[in-house]
């Protein structure tokens, strides 16, 4: 079975820190994982994705995420916070031998100014 | 904005209406989805249509019906939906519905709200 675990439902960080938004996946074969951000009123818009190499994946915004395969994690990540960036991100896995895309619940990203 | 259009982008409807939501893509991509979005839950996969066959159905009540008549656009027809029914419906899109590592492209959603 596919899953994809986000275990905070809200971050607040100050701007200027920096910021990491955590995300767990159970997956069959190698995952694929994704990174996705919802601004209200608005679909989702895709960050990055992890397929193979690198563990550590740069994205849009100045977003990355790093690869950890012993401790099944795909944690989102960014040096210096903007107020901007307050949002709700999602962290999606697909296993390589399926076709659907599983999400997480979703973490809500509140940036203090 | 991604390429992926949806229209309305607000509905509000009866028990008892009828409605269609519409999604357009502007990516030349062949799949299309559309998903559910509910509060607190992750995104429910409703149907995937690759070159303009369903390709999944994840046990979506009949009263959701999906059509796809070309690559480019994709509808879903509403009929006596009930009121838990409400959410945001997500259309997206990508190159290919195989492939693990294709990514997915959304559009704005339409926010239902079912009375």
């Not at chain 1, 679909?43 to 395969?69: H, R």
């Not at chain 2, 303009?52 to 879903?76: G, K, M, T, W």
Request: overall charge positive; aromatic content about 12%.
């Amino acid at each position: 079975a596919q899953s994809v675990a986000q275990p905070e439902d809200q971050v607040n960080v100050a701007e200027g820190n920096p910021l990491t938004v955590k995300c767990t996946y159970s997956v069959s074969g190698n995952p694929y994982l994704f990174w996705y951000v919802q601004y209200p009123n608005r679909g989702l818009q895709f960050l990055l994705k992890y397929i193979t190499g690198d563990n550590l994946v740069k994205g849009s915004y100045g977003f990355e995420a790093e690869f950890n395969k012993s401790q099944t994690s795909f944690h989102l990540k960014k040096p210096s916070a903007l107020v901007s960036d307050s949002a709700l991100y999602f962290c999606a896995v697909r296993g390589s031998g399926a076709n659907n895309l599983f999400f997480g619940t979703g973490t809500r990203l509140t940036v203090i100014p | 904005e991604t390429g992926v259009t949806q229209t309305p982008r607000h509905l509000v409807m009866g028990m008892t209406n009828k409605k269609s939501l519409k999604c357009e893509q502007h990516l030349g991509h062949n799949a299309m989805y559309w998903y559910k979005q509910s509060a607190k839950k992750p995104l429910e996969l409703m149907f995937v249509y690759s070159l303009e066959e369903r390709v999944e159905n994840n046990s979506v009540p009949s009263r959701f019906s999906p059509e796809c008549p070309n690559s480019s656009h994709l509808f879903l027809h509403l009929h006596t939906l009930q009121p838990e029914d409400s959410a945001l419906y997500l259309c997206a899109s990508s190159r290919t519905s195989g492939g693990p590592q294709e990514t997915q492209y959304f559009g704005p959603g339409t926010r239902l709200l079912v009375l």
